[in-house]
């Protein structure tokens, strides 16, 4: 890509930066990091409730960012090609880069065991704002 840059392709870019300029959305991003999941998994690892995860979830995808593959009657959501999954992974990256010295730095736990495609579909429990937290 050249230095220069066209109003068209500030624009495209401006569209594309907004996706990932969620937190919601990079939080159900980063967990299918660890590949496809669930919704009810993304649901109890994100602590998105269900109506605003299916929301973003929707976003996601016809943005052609996300893709979906039915396993009988659960659908699992994965990266729809590895460029998407690239643009997180270097935004990601500029977090990770962030001095651990600042004042306020947040550690990030780490990722959450993927079970792969044995998953089951939506799994509902309540969660108390203080284990959301943890």
């Known amino acids: ?17 907004k996706l990932f300029a969620q937190s919601q959305r990079l939080m159900i991003l980063a967990q299918l990091l660890n590949g496809p999941h669930a919704v009810g998994v993304l649901e109890s690892s994100t602590g998105i409730g269900q109506p605003t995860l299916s929301q973003q979830l929707g976003i996601l995808r016809r943005a052609g960012i ?9 659908i699992f959501y994965s990266f729809a090609n590895i460029e998407a999954e690239k643009w997180l992974r270097s935004l990601l990256g500029m977090w990770d880069t962030q001095p651990s010295s600042e004042a306020g730095s947040v550690t990030r736990p780490p990722p959450i065991h993927h079970a ?7 799994v509902f429990a309540r969660v108390s704002p203080a284990e959301r937290r943890e």
Do not use: F, V
């Open 1 to 17: 890509m050249s230095s220069a840059m066209t109003s068209e392709e500030a624009r495209r870019l401006t569209e594309r930066l």
């Open 116 to 122: 792969g495609k044995d998953e089951t579909g939506a």
């Open 66 to 74: 996300l893709r979906t593959e039915r396993d009988s009657r659960t």
